[in-house]
């Protein structure tokens, strides 16, 4: 049964206030994370915060088991966190990330992401973010007129001339040579 975020709830939230563990869970729309009131993770917005008297309701309604305070009392198994972690680069990846920040968005250190991640992904979260960004990239210049300046903006690299030399490191060709290569096909 889902109940109302009171203020009682919501202090036990930012206060990490362990007496209310057995009382509830609290689940972030934004995340899909749930948690114990006693999560030491960031808090989130109130807005953002559903509560659920049992783990097993916060599960059925597509929330995951937070990495850091382990609500339902068991590990999420790797995969799917690094797929949390995933999604969530996806939908976000034209934002200014940093490892501190996926790490605590997804309840874990970013020391354990970063080793996480790279055993499952076979790359870093950088390298991920940075070839979800290049993707982008190409299909921007090939499908738009946009200058290269918005095309960097655009998938959150604002410094264009480090831009231009990611691109070329990772394609082999600057922007103006692949949009060049690739508009007429």
């Known amino acids: 049964?889902?109940?109302?975020?009171?203020?009682?709830?919501?202090?036990?939230?930012?206060?990490?206030?362990?007496?209310?563990?057995?009382?509830?869970?609290?689940?972030?729309?934004?995340?899909?994370?749930?948690?114990?009131?006693?999560?030491?993770?960031?808090?989130?917005?109130?807005?953002?915060?559903?509560?659920?008297?049992?783990?097993?309701?916060?599960?059925?309604?597509?929330?995951?088991?937070?990495?850091?305070?382990?609500?339902?009392?068991?590990?999420?198994?790797?995969?799917?966190?690094?797929?949390?972690?995933?999604?969530?680069?996806d939908a976000h990846y034209s934002e200014k990330l940093t490892l501190a920040h996926l790490a605590d968005m997804c309840h874990g250190s970013p020391y354990h992401l970063q080793r996480t991640f790279k055993r499952i992904k076979d790359m870093t979260p950088v390298e991920y973010m940075q070839q979800k960004r290049i993707n982008k990239a190409k299909q921007l210049l090939v499908h738009s007129g946009k200058t290269i300046a918005a095309i960097s903006a655009e998938v959150g690299m604002p410094n264009t001339p480090y831009f231009i030399t990611l691109f070329k490191k990772t394609t082999g060709t600057t922007p103006s040579e692949y949009r060049q290569l690739h508009k007429h096909q």
């Open 1 to 89: 049964m889902e109940l109302c975020v009171t203020e009682e709830r919501w202090q036990a939230i930012i206060t990490n206030d362990a007496s209310y563990d057995d009382q509830f869970f609290y689940a972030v729309k934004t995340t899909k994370i749930f948690c114990r009131p006693s999560c030491k993770s960031k808090p989130p917005k109130w807005d953002n915060v559903r509560i659920f008297q049992q783990a097993n309701e916060a599960i059925r309604e597509g929330f995951r088991p937070c990495k850091r305070c382990k609500p339902t009392g068991q590990r999420l198994p790797d995969r799917e966190w690094v797929a949390q972690i995933t999604d969530y680069i």
